[in-house]
Each structure stands twice: as structure tokens, then as C-alpha cells.
């Protein structure tokens, strides 16, 4: 389902057999379909963000749909053209739902291909490694929650805005896929730092949103130093929705994605966040901007307004309440298989 960070069970090909099962539960919409007009090189270009231009296309892919059933996605293809390439996925849990529901998918395409896991326990501390031996592919997840650096100082665990000291391990990667956000308003026990710092400067919190920012411009300057000259391809997720609040969806303030079995309905011409009662997520905003201003061409995977729709997509009605109730991470098999066929048509699109 996505929600484990700490542990992926021992036994590839067993383990993704055993998430396939979970196709017949989950609702039956995979694609988000776009106007005719559109086409994959088209949905490309109208998100890719670098300083010098911004360009639109005809349409946008991440905005304009409505959810149909589609059950096709060329894995055998993607696997060929990733040969000899490691792929890493980096970022916090909704990262590892994109990475879990991309092995299961390549799996399903290619069902006798030998597979290694990397370490054979599964266990992500703080990466996971699957190998699709004979075409020499590698595809990796690597847990970061925030980005950025979080380092045991004698005061405590601090959150390091401007280092990132973890980025050694990314580098090597033909494509890199980051996300964040879903941490950074956490509070409480389950927060994993006690202090903030930046530069010489020390505090016990502050704003999280500014902290989302200065770190995301961190990993910004990062990626610029580092990856300017390279060949990598650079992608970041999208803000992902949760749904706790019905009201965000037209519904009462007091319904969550409990119980929901459809999605919300969007419109085919593409109303943008108009569509979503909520409209957008604040954050969406303050990446946007980071991107457009990086010298390194980085794609925007802008999953968050085809996912606000998927308000059935969550894992809480079929988890038989053993994580509670979870409206925020994604059922796979279910909604990361879209975000991953978007992937595909935002990599074939580059060629």
C-alpha cells in the first residue's frame, strides 16, 4: 500500500505479485485522459520549466482530464530504453508510492524478467535497490524526508536548511525524481528533528512553509552545481493532496476519504484548480517558482490536481483499519500508476 518507509519485504517478484493482487479492489480508472489536441511531446513541453523559457503547448496533461478506464503502459519499452541507467526516486513516502507502483507495473510488463533487491531484506536505510538483471536496469529509492540535511549535533537532531550532504548519493543517477513537502508540517513525536539552523543561526521551529523554501532552494543551488554539465534528467513530484476535509471536495466538513468509491468529477476542458473546491495547494506556488528559477531544466510531474479528484484512491477501505485511517498515501496497484504512465509519456516526450 505505500504507507511502510521502513521495511519492503524480502522476495521481489513475490512481493509485486502480491501488490498486483490489489488491482481487483481498487478502483478501475488508471489514465487520465486529454484533449485530442494533445499528444505525449505536447504534455512534455507545456510543463518543463527552466530559466530562459517557459513554454505552453496546446494543452495541459496535468490539468485538463477527466478519469476514464485505460489498462495500457509499454514496461518491456521503458525497461529498453532505460538499459544500462539507474533510476532513483528521492523523497518521503509519496515517493516511495510512485517507486513501489513503478516495480509493480514493470514487473506486470515483464513478469519472468530476473530481479535483485538490494539489500536482500528490503529494508530502506536509506535506500532500496531493484535490478532488472538481463537489460542492466537499476531503479532506486532513497529516503529523504525533507531534502536537505538532518544531523545528531550534540543539542540534538538539527535541521540543516542549507547542507546537503546526502546529495553524494544521487550523483551517478541517469534520472532523478524528488519529492517533498508531506513532512514538513509534522509536529509533535513524530517530528525527526529538534532544531532548525541556518548559517550560524540556530531555532527551536519556525514557519514551516518559509523552511519548505529556503531548503527547496538548498536542493535548488544543488542540483545547479552539480548537475548543470550532467546528462541526468531531473523530474520533481508535484505537491500530493490529502483528503481529510470533505469541504475541499464540495462534501461535509466532517466526511474524509473514508468510504469514498468515485472519483470527483472533473471537467474534460480542463477548468484548471477551479474544478477542485479546494483549489490549489499554497506550496505549489513556492516550487513553481524554484524550478523557474534553476539553470538545470527540471520537469514538473504536476500530479496535484488529478490526484485532488482521486478522493476514492486511498489505502484507509482497504487496510482493514491496521494503519488507521490514511487519507493521505495512495493504494498501489491505484493512483501512482497514473502518475508513473505520465512519467512515461513525459520521458518518451524528451527523447
Known sequence: MGLRLKMIPSGFPALLRRKMKSKVVVYGVVLVVFLLACTAAAAAAAITIS??????ASCDVFAAGSWVVDESFDGVALLRMWSGKKVMFVGDSLALNQYESLLCMLH????????????????????????FEELNVTIVYYLSHYLVDIVNERAGRVLKLDA??????????????????????RSG????????QEGNTMVKDMDRTQAFTKALNTWARWVDANLVQASTRVFFQ???PSHYRGQ???????ATCMGETAPVNGTAAGAGAGAYPGGPIPQQAILR????????PVYLLDFTYLSQLRKDAHPTKYNGG?????????????LPDTWNVLFYAALTGQQ
Not at 530559466?51 to 505552453?56: L, W
Not at 515483464?110 to 538490494?118: E, L, S
Not at 541517469?174 to 508540517?185: A, G
Open 51 to 56: 530559466r530562459k523559457h517557459q513554454h505552453r
Open 108 to 131: 506486470a510488463a515483464a513478469p519472468n524478467a530476473r530481479t535483485t533487491v538490494t539489500p536482500a531484506s528490503g529494508k530502506i536505510d536509506p535506500s532500496t535497490t531493484a535490478r
Open 164 to 185: 546537503i550532504d546526502q546529495g553524494r548519493d544521487w550523483l551517478g543517477a541517469d534520472v532523478l525524481v524528488f519529492d517533498s513537502w508531506h513532512w514538513w508540517p
Open 189 to 196: 513525536p513524530t517530528q525527526p528533528w529538534d532544531f532548525i
Open 238 to 240: 508535484g505537491i500530493s
Open 248 to 254: 475541499d471536495w464540495g462534501a461535509s466538513a466532517r
Open 289 to 296: 517558482g524554484v524550478l523557474a528559477g534553476m539553470a538545470k
Open 322 to 334: 491496521i494503519f488507521g485511517e490514511d487519507c493521505t498515501h495512495w493504494c498501489v496497484a491505484g
